[in-house]
C-alpha cells in the first residue's frame, strides 16, 4: 500500500516549457487534490476532483489544467510554464464529500522550479 | 477568502513544555482537522473533531472545537525536539464539495 505517490520529485523548466505532474493513490479514494506551497502562503488549492469523471476550479487555477484519468490518477499540467509556478506542489486524496475517510492524505511533493 | 487563521504563526518552547496554538474559521463546519508538515515533506493527518464533539485526545495531543465561538485549540503536552513543525488546521466546510480550507500554518520550535 504506496498510499499517494507523486512523480517526479523534482523539476526544473524553463519559462514557457511545458510539463505533467503525476498523481496516484492505491486507497479507492474517491477525491483527489492539487496543491500548491509557497514560503508564507500555506496551502492553496489549484484544482481538485471530488469524484471520477469531475474536476472544478481552486483558489489557484490560473495557468494549470487536470486531467482526472481515472480513479487513481490525477494529474497536473503546466502549459507554459512561468517563474511564478516556482512552487512544491503536493497531491493528496481522501474519501470523498461525506465519505470516510474524511482526513487527506498527502504526496511526498514535486520541488518545480521555472527559470 | 474563507481560510482559517492560526495563531500564533510561530512558537519557541523549552522541550518538556506544552504547546498550545490556535484555529479560527468563518462558517459552519462538518470537522475541523489538524496536520503536521516536517520541513520538506507532505502533510501528515493528526487529529480531526466532528461539529458535535467538544474535545478529542490522541496520545500527547488534545483538540478542543468551540462552534460558538468558531475556533479551535491544539494542545501538544510534555513536547519533544521530535515535535519541531509547522502545524496546519483545515476545515471541512458544509456544502464545500468535498474541499478542506487550510490555514497558513504554525511553525513550532522545541528547544531541546
Known amino acids: 500500500n504506496a498510499g499517494v505517490t507523486q512523480t517526479p520529485k523534482f523539476q526544473v523548466l524553463k519559462t514557457g516549457q511545458s510539463m505533467t505532474l503525476q498523481c496516484a493513490q492505491d486507497?479507492?479514494?474517491?477525491?483527489m487534490y492539487w496543491y500548491r506551497q509557497d514560503p508564507g502562503m500555506g496551502l492553496r488549492l489549484i484544482y481538485y476532483s471530488a469524484s471520477e469523471g469531475t474536476t472544478d476550479k481552486g483558489e489557484v487555477p490560473n495557468g494549470y489544467n487536470v486531467s482526472r484519468l481515472n480513479k487513481r490518477e490525477f494529474s497536473l499540467r503546466l502549459e507554459s510554464a512561468a517563474p511564478s509556478q516556482t512552487s512544491v506542489y503536493f497531491c493528496?486524496?481522501?474519501?470523498?464529500?461525506?465519505?470516510?475517510?474524511?482526513?487527506?492524505?498527502f504526496g511526498p511533493g514535486t520541488r518545480l522550479t521555472v527559470t | 477568502s474563507q481560510q482559517g487563521e492560526e495563531d500564533p504563526q510561530a512558537l519557541s518552547i523549552q522541550e518538556g513544555e506544552n504547546a498550545t496554538m490556535n484555529c479560527s474559521y468563518k462558517?459552519?463546519?462538518?470537522?475541523l482537522q489538524w496536520y503536521r508538515q516536517n520541513s520538506g515533506r507532505g502533510l501528515v493527518h493528526l487529529i480531526l473533531?466532528?461539529?458535535?464533539?467538544r474535545e478529542k485526545h490522541s496520545g500527547r495531543l488534545r483538540v478542543t472545537l468551540d462552534t460558538s465561538k468558531k475556533s479551535s485549540s491544539l494542545l501538544i503536552t510534555a513536547s519533544r525536539a521530535a515535535d519541531t513543525a509547522s502545524y496546519f488546521c483545515a476545515t471541512d466546510y458544509t456544502g464545500a464539495n468535498s474541499k478542506l480550507t487550510f490555514g497558513k500554518g504554525i511553525t513550532l520550535s522545541v528547544r531541546p
Open positions: 473533531i466532528r461539529s458535535n464533539e
Open positions: 486507497m479507492n479514494h474517491n477525491s
Open positions: 462558517t459552519s463546519i462538518n470537522n
Open positions: 493528496a486524496s481522501r474519501g470523498g464529500s461525506q465519505l470516510p475517510p474524511y482526513e487527506q492524505y
